[in-house]
Antibody, heavy 123, light 106 residues
Framework: EVQLLQSGGGLVQPGGSLSLSCAAS????????MSWVRQAPGRGLEWVSA????????YYADSVKGRFTISRDNSKNTLTLQMNTLRADDTAIYYC?????????????????WGQGTLVTVS | EIVMTQSPATLSVSPGERVTLSCRAS?????LAWYQHRPGLAPKLLIY???TRATGVPARFRGSGSGTEFTLTISSLQSEDFAVYYC??????????FGQGTKLEI
């Protein structure tokens, strides 16, 4: 069974930093691109960042570019989102998500498995 | 950036009814997915590549459309179907973009 188990998150002051982790199991991790998606209170889903299976390609939403860093460790089947210079509008539930298809070359996809979500509150 | 617009924002329906949710893209897209999001749970992929049901998704969920207009039809609403539904395009990225959601309420 595919599982994505998230950790990290919590309360942080504006300007602070936080790291989120996502531990993958039940599938071969390295062929799949991964993303982070967030949901602010009362709002819809917003894509935040993506990383290719190898980790060589990364993408960011304009709202987080230069502040957030996505990375992965394929030897440990883990995905990480390092969040710096946090702002109040970063307050949200953050989900890690797995691409629906493996890809040797990064291709935009949708997400067939999601972590349980972790709340980040910037206040 | 492709903007996805869903309508209506809220739909009040009864169990057993058939419902159609709409999603419009600001530009032509070829790759579209639908998700179901229940409170307190992670989003669940229902449909990808416009009309392919994800693993384990009941046949009452059907996706269709092309170009800029897409629909999700639920043929006979069950109690567990009352949730928020999002469309997402993955043709032009980054960013991957979602619609603002349609809430199905009883």
């Amino acid at each position: 069974e595919v599982q994505l188990l998230q950790s990290g998150g919590g309360l942080v002051q504006p300007g602070g930093s936080l790291s989120l982790s996502c531990a993958a199991s039940g599938f071969t991790f390295s062929p799949y691109a991964m993303s982070w998606v967030r949901q602010a209170p009362g709002r819809g889903l917003e894509w935040v960042s993506a990383i290719s299976g190898s980790g060589s390609s990364t993408y960011y939403a304009d709202s987080v570019k230069g502040r957030f860093t996505i990375s992965r460790d394929n030897s440990k089947n883990t995905l990480t989102l390092q969040m710096n210079t946090l702002r109040a509008d970063d307050t949200a539930i953050y989900y890690c998500a797995k691409d629906v298809r493996p890809a040797s070359i990064f291709e935009g996809s949708c997400f067939d498995a999601w972590g349980q979500g972790t709340l980040v509150t910037v206040s | 950036e492709i903007v996805m617009t869903q309508s209506p924002a809220t739909l009040s329906v009864s169990p057993g009814e058939r419902v159609t949710l709409s999603c419009r893209a600001s530009q032509t897209v070829r790759n579209l997915a639908w998700y179901q999001h229940r409170p307190g749970l992670a989003p669940k992929l229902l449909i990808y590549d416009v009309s392919t049901r994800a693993t384990g998704v009941p046949a009452r969920f059907r996706g269709s459309g092309s170009g800029t207009e897409f629909t999700l039809t639920i043929s006979s609403l069950q109690s567990e179907d009352f949730a928020v539904y999002y469309c997402q395009q993955y043709t032009n990225w980054p960013p991957w973009t979602f619609g603002q959601g349609t809430k199905l309420e009883i």
